[in-house]
């Protein structure tokens, strides 16, 4: 048995125009620097305009039962794991098989880790529900969100 690996690392925004910064995507696998990841684009409220989120999917070589590690670059965000088993990226939110345990969040960005799936999946989308204030954004979209060092995590 070969351990999966992370083939590929993408945004996701299907309830925006379908595209957040997808250039960067792979600025988000861990590379031990905190200061390479993802960025949302910024924008005008913390919640996103009222969408669900956006954020990554993080696709496996082969279907597994792992854990996700990510570490949210700043806060207050709330963090959500998606998984699907599928060998296609599902187009919208109801595509997907469903959540991996309990929202995450807090005050700071911080290193989250997800729960362990009950049967092998071939995708996790990383979903920012809310995301911080980034002073490098205007005073007009001062809200964006950041993801990092996205790794399997053994156990």
């Known amino acids: 048995d070969t351990?999966?690996?992370?083939?590929?690392?993408?945004?996701?925004?299907p309830e925006g125009d379908s595209t957040e910064n997808d250039g960067d995507?792979?600025?988000?696998?861990?590379?031990?620097?905190?200061?390479?990841?993802?960025?949302t684009v910024c924008y005008g409220s913390r919640?996103?305009?009222?969408?669900?989120?956006?954020?990554?999917?993080?696709?496996?070589?082969q279907p597994a039962i792992t854990r996700i590690g990510v570490d949210v670059v700043n806060g207050p965000y709330?963090?959500?794991?998606?998984?699907?088993?599928?060998?296609?990226?599902?187009?919208?939110?109801?595509?997907?098989?469903?959540?991996?345990?309990?929202?995450?969040?807090?005050?700071?960005g911080a290193t989250v880790v997800s729960e362990l799936p009950t049967t092998p999946?071939?995708?996790v989308l990383l979903l920012?529900?809310?995301i911080g204030a980034d002073s490098n954004c205007s005073?007009?979209?001062?809200?964006?969100?950041?993801?990092g060092e996205v790794a399997i995590v053994a156990g």
């Open 47 to 61: 919640f996103m305009g009222g969408k669900r989120g956006t954020g990554l999917v993080v696709s496996l070589d």
């Open 25 to 39: 995507a792979a600025l988000a696998l861990a590379d031990g620097d905190q200061e390479t990841a993802w960025r």
């Open 139 to 147: 005073s007009n979209n001062p809200f964006r969100g950041g993801l």
């Open 128 to 130: 920012l529900n809310e």
């Open 3 to 13: 351990p999966p690996e992370i083939v590929t690392i993408g945004a996701y925004d």
């Open 121 to 123: 999946v071939r995708h």
């Open 78 to 108: 709330q963090l959500e794991f998606l998984t699907s088993s599928s060998e296609v990226i599902p187009a919208t939110f109801d595509g997907w098989d469903g959540k991996l345990g309990s929202t995450s969040f807090a005050s700071s």
